[in-house]
């Protein structure tokens, strides 16, 4: 059976590496560096009133990302119910990487560049940062999507890797079914 | 033998109950002052663009994860 049904391995993955990208960004750049926080640039952190605003906001960041990796297993997990999908960690590998290239992009242009409610590193030289965050989503999301086109030789579906023609014990052959 | 040591360690022990009913919600910060203010200001009348500004990537995220699960799917 060839599974060819990449998408909806991709679109899960996508989900998961959003929701894993936006958590990264999070605990990294907002809480551990604390170089900003949701909306330190229109209220700046300087005072405990302010920051427990932004720390609010914050919380609610990570309730949107939380949701999009939630979201992204339940796909995962219809997926691989599907007999037309094919399981290829190639292809998964790179839709999380293309999910977090796209969630530092749209983000970046969007919270960053177009409303400017945060930088990544306010202060001086913030444009250069801004601009490296958007270099970045840019090189992992032609790298993920690289990788998922590789992945398109993969068309064994869920549940057949490791196993038999008959369904039983290991296959040790390759996973490509070409 | 019960010594100062072992008296002080009950006096705690017995404090530690009334400490948390008793003073904690006044000056604990789910109560106090600073969080009060803090989520007062949140629930202004910008909440509304706030959210839109924070949920906004994520709506186009979700619809370009969307459209992407159509790659390869036989019609």
Known sequence: ?178 | VRGPAHARLSAAAAGLPLSLVGVAPALACPRCATGQEARRQVWRDDFGDHLAMTVLPFLILGAMSWRLHSIGRKP
């Open chain 1, 1 to 178: 059976v060839r599974a060819t049904h990449q998408g909806a391995l991709v679109s899960a993955g996508v989900l998961l590496g959003c929701g894993l990208g936006g958590f990264f960004d999070g605990i990294l750049l907002h809480q551990i560096l604390q170089w900003h926080n949701m909306l330190s640039s229109l209220r700046p952190p300087l005072d405990l009133v302010d920051m427990k605003f932004n720390m609010l906001w914050d919380g609610l960041f990570h309730a949107f990302t939380w949701l999009m990796v939630c979201l992204g297993l339940w796909r995962l997990w219809v997926a691989g119910e599907r007999a037309d999908v094919p399981w290829s960690a190639r292809t998964f590998t790179g839709a999380l990487l293309l999910g977090w290239g796209l969630f530092n992009l749209v983000e970046g242009i969007i919270d960053h560049q177009l409303l400017g409610i945060h930088h990544v590193h306010p202060g001086q030289g913030e444009l250069l940062w801004d601009l490296g965050f958007l270099g970045l989503g840019a090189l992992q999301s032609v790298t993920g999507g690289l990788l998922i086109r590789s992945g398109r030789a993969d068309v064994v579906p869920p549940g057949s890797i490791g196993r038999a023609p008959d369904g039983r014990g290991s296959l040790a052959a390759g996973r490509s079914g070409r």
